[in-house]
Nanobody, 115 residues
Framework: QVQVVESGGGLVQPGGSLRLSCAASGSPFSIDAMGWSRQAPGKERELVARISSGGRINYASSVRGRFTISRDNAKNTVTLQMNSLKPEDTAVYYC?????????WGQGTQVTVSS
């Protein structure tokens, strides 16, 4: 059974930092890339950051320079370091594992940026 499990969300003040972690396990397919997407209330889910097994990274323009994604290929884990958080970063953040078969998603973790 495939599991994608996120941790690290919470409430933070504007300008603060949070670190999200995710671990994928049980996939019968090789994992090509791992990443994070987010969905704010009333909005569509959007890509935040993605990292391939070869280390190629993509960021949404809205987070570039503030967020950093990293990955441990051997452990199938991915981390998102979020700095200089803004209220508009408030959303449910979803980890995903992109394989040669399906894309697997986690259940999501809430990030709230508010004073």
């Amino acid at each position: 059974q495939v599991q994608v499990v996120e941790s690290g969300g919470g409430l933070v003040q504007p300008g603060g930092s949070l670190r999200l972690s995710c671990a994928a396990s049980g996939s019968p397919f090789s994992i090509d890339a791992m990443g994070w997407s987010r969905q704010a209330p009333g909005k569509e889910r959007e890509l935040v950051a993605r990292i391939s097994s070869g280390g190629r990274i993509n960021y949404a323009s809205s987070v570039r320079g503030r967020f950093t994604i990293s990955r441990d290929n051997a452990k199938n884990t991915v981390t998102l370091q979020m700095n200089s958080l803004k209220p508009e970063d408030t959303a449910v953040y979803y980890c995903n594992a992109i394989t040669s078969g399906p894309i697997y998603w986690g259940q999501g973790t809430q990030v709230t940026v508010s004073s």
